[in-house]
């Protein structure tokens, strides 16, 4: 062949199995594990074991094992397992020098190292070498004598001997280190193993002054308990409360000393220090010790105790959440109640106190208007409850310095404070009160609150210098200029009233012009001036044309008149005033779908008092003007002024509006006629399909439709008056 690069490699063939048939052996996967897991239990090598022939030989064996050891350590002196194994084989061989001097050598260089020590000490115990121990252990504590280790074996071991008096004497040489806790139980327990109870007090006496904890002095009273010394107990815990004292209190020591006096039948001394306890311990560390207390309540109390337990509990909810949020005002009211209901004067106090130190963050009404009732109540309760005059007035004025009243202000607080004075039979201290707040901030309630107090003590004059101010800062105001006339009224000043009221009607700007109105008509009303009442009429149908104003003219000329005889003249000047309000009306033009329904509401009126005043004339007179009430249909627009559909409403047609109605009839059929020669144009221009042409029929005669509904509604009603109102009733 050529050459190799102008030919492709041939892929290699795959061989073929010649023999298929199943081997005679078969392995599967079970035995392959099998063989696998017993193999992991097979006996791993063992180095042969050496026979020594004679004691030559054993000495050559000896040599090797030292000069390997010695080899090792000059190796690596840092490996303290070299140093214990070489120490250990020559202890086997019963050469207790060689091991001495390896552990020496060891030391020299792991002076600190535990496990030397230890081993050390072990093999001079093992060898009952007692005295070489002691010494490798008075060695190890006053080289290390922060291991408690060596100390145990120390003490252990004297122990063991039977050498009491040198245990003792360790475990003194021990405690000048004020170790652990655990340490000093085991010395009390040692103690106690020899009956030795007076030693083991002193030693707990040591015991509480290296650890002031709660748990030992606690352990050292049940000590004393279990001793048989109850008086000697109590005494612990007494000690152990002065020395703790209030800012380190501790419930677990209470509940203890508590404890202990119900298992000693001391149940009244129990409930004195639960309740001692609950007072001077925060709420929020005394969760266990109240719970105590109402199980022990519970098994050994009376109802009241049980009680106390309820609101003891209660206490300790409501001091948890006003720790949670301290301006939670609805908290400190509930908190409030709970010390009110229990009686104890001095804790309601100190929970006012702490109540009103969390004034709001912010200078924002809303912010103060829960937290000015905790003055309130606190001034309330000074002077109701406490019956402590003094103090109420000293928490009233705090109050009001404490209020920003150049921003904003509660004039409740300056009434009740005005009102407290007047109680204590001090009027000129109310009143300077109530004169300072108009001064500062001259709020209608205040205003009406003073002349209100001047009205009880009959001080008119007053009362009219009050109104004068009270006018000058707000002459808008309709309700006072009311008060005011009405005062001048009940003194019997009439001229002075009336002259109040033109004041007041000729103010430009008020609040309430209607009632205003009305209270001056009723006032000449109530004098029987009557020819007063129609001239203020006349002078409000001046200022505007309401159809209030007509139907109530209407009603007074109905209703009064010079003489109860006048009939005829009565009702002349009742018809004479619906019908001026019927002209006003027709030609108002503002809202012409209001002024429509102030007509028929105008209508109905008049129609009412014909037909139970009126003769057959008058009555079909009227009727002639009885409108007609028709449903149509307008579009609805949006804020943004688009529109958002159609809407039907109900409207009145009066028969003095349909004179214009052929003209609408004849300017619609114009309109009908031109949009008919427009769509015969587009279809001559632009023919369509048949079903266009259908649908432009179809438009046309919505249209006609809608022309001729809306003419018909636009036509005057068929038949009589009164059957025109009950179809649009209907």
């Given at each position: ?220 009273a049940r000590f004393e308990e279990r001793a048989g010394d109850v008086a000697k107990a109590r005494e612990v815990y007494d000690r152990a409360v002065t020395f703790f004292g209030d800012e380190f209190m501790d419930e677990a020591l209470f509940v203890a000393f508590c404890h202990f006096e119900e298992?000693?039948k001391e149940f009244e001394r129990a409930r004195v220090i639960y309740k001692y306890a609950l007072e001077h311990i925060p709420k929020e560390r005394a969760r266990d010790l109240l719970k105590n207390y109402t199980q022990f309540e519970k098994k050994h109390g009376d109802r009241a105790g049980v ?260 009939d005829e003249g009565r009702a002349a000047r009742v018809r004479a005033v619906y019908k001026e309000g019927d002209d006003a009306l027709r030609v108002a033009a503002a809202d012409a779908d209001a002024s429509r329904e102030d007509r028929a509401l105008l209508f109905e009126a008049w129609q009412q ?122």
């Open positions: 062949m050529g050459d190799s690069g102008d030919f492709a490699r041939a892929p290699p063939r795959a061989t073929k199995v010649k023999n298929k048939a199943a081997a005679e052996q078969q392995i599967t996967a079970e035995q392959l594990l099998r063989e696998a897991r017993e193999r992991t239990h097979e006996r791993p090598l063992e180095v042969p074991r050496q026979h020594v022939a004679d004691e030559e030989e054993l000495r050559d064996l000896q040599g090797r094992k030292r000069k390997q050891f010695e080899d090792d350590i000059r190796i690596d002196r840092t490996r303290i397992s070299v140093w214990l194994s070489y120490a250990r084989f020559e202890a086997d061989l019963h050469e207790l020098e060689r091991s001495r001097s390896v552990f020496e050598r060891c030391l020299d260089e792991h002076g600190r190292v535990v496990a030397v020590w230890l081993k050390y000490a072990q093999m001079e115990m093992k060898n009952k070498s007692v005295n070489r121990a002691r010494n490798i252990w008075d060695r190890a504590t006053y080289l290390l004598p922060r291991v408690d280790q060596f100390w145990y074996k120390y003490v252990y071991m004297e122990e063991m001997l039977g050498n009491v008096d040198g245990a003792r004497k360790v475990f003194e040489r021990w405690m000048q280190w004020q170790p652990e806790e655990q340490a000093w139980n085991s010395y009390i327990r040692m103690e106690l193993r020899y009956g030795e109870t007076g030693n083991a007090r002193q030693i707990f006496e040591r015991f509480v002054v290296v650890h002031p904890e709660v748990r030992i002095w606690v352990k050292y298992s000693q009680e106390d337990v309820i609101v003891n509990k209660r206490r300790f909810t409501y001091e948890e959440e006003v720790a949670k949020n301290a301006t939670n005002y609805d908290a400190w009211f509930d908190y409030i109640r709970l010390e009110e209901g229990h009686g104890d004067p001095a804790r309601v106090r100190a929970v006012y106190e702490r109540a009103i130190l969390n004034v709001p963050p912010s200078q924002e009404k809303r912010l103060w208007r829960r937290y000015i009732y905790l003055w309130i109540y606190y001034a309330v309760y000074e002077e109701l409850e406490a019956r402590d005059v003094a103090r109420a007035r000293e928490v009233y004025r705090v109050c009001l310095s404490v209020v920003p009243n150049k921003k904003f202000t509660f004039a409740k607080v300056w009434l009740m404070f005005a009102h407290f004075e007047l109680r204590q039979r001090n009027v000129s201290a109310a009143r300077r009160i109530l004169g300072q707040a108009v001064g500062m901030c001259p709020k209608d309630k205040i205003l009406k609150g003073y002349i209100d107090l001047e009205l009880q003590l009959r001080e008119f004059d007053r009362c009219r210098t009050l109104y004068e101010r009270y006018l000058e800062l707000n002459p808008a105001n309709c309700s006072t200029w009311i008060k005011y006339a009405e005062l001048e009224s009940l003194l019997g000043d009439e001229e002075r009233a009336r002259a109040i009221f033109e004041l007041a009607v000729g103010q430009e700007v008020l609040d309430m012009p209607e009632m205003l109105w009305k209270s001056f008509i009723d006032f000449e009303v109530d004098l029987e001036e009557w020819d007063r009442v129609r001239h203020l009429y006349r002078a409000l149908l001046d200022r505007t044309q309401h159809v209030k104003v007509f139907l109530s003219f209407a009603k007074f000329e109905a209703t009064h008149g010079t003489a109860a005889a006048d008092f014909e037909a139970e005043h009126g003769d057959a004339d008058s009555q079909a007179a009227v009727a002639k003007r009885a409108p007609r009430k028709v449903k149509k249909r307008r579009a609805i627009i949006a804020d943004d002024g688009t529109e958002a559909g159609m809407e039907e409403y109900f409207d009145y047609i009066f028969p003095d509006e349909t004179a214009a109605a052929p003209n609408l009839k004849l300017l619609e059929m114009a309109r009908l006629w031109k949009a008919k020669q427009e769509a015969e144009q587009e279809a001559d221009s632009e023919p369509g399909t048949e079903a266009e042409a259908e649908a432009a029929e179809d438009r046309e005669a919505e249209a006609e439709a809608e022309a001729e509904a809306d003419v018909d509604a636009d036509e005057p009603p068929n038949g009589s008056g009164c059957e025109g109102v009950a179809n649009g009733v209907v």
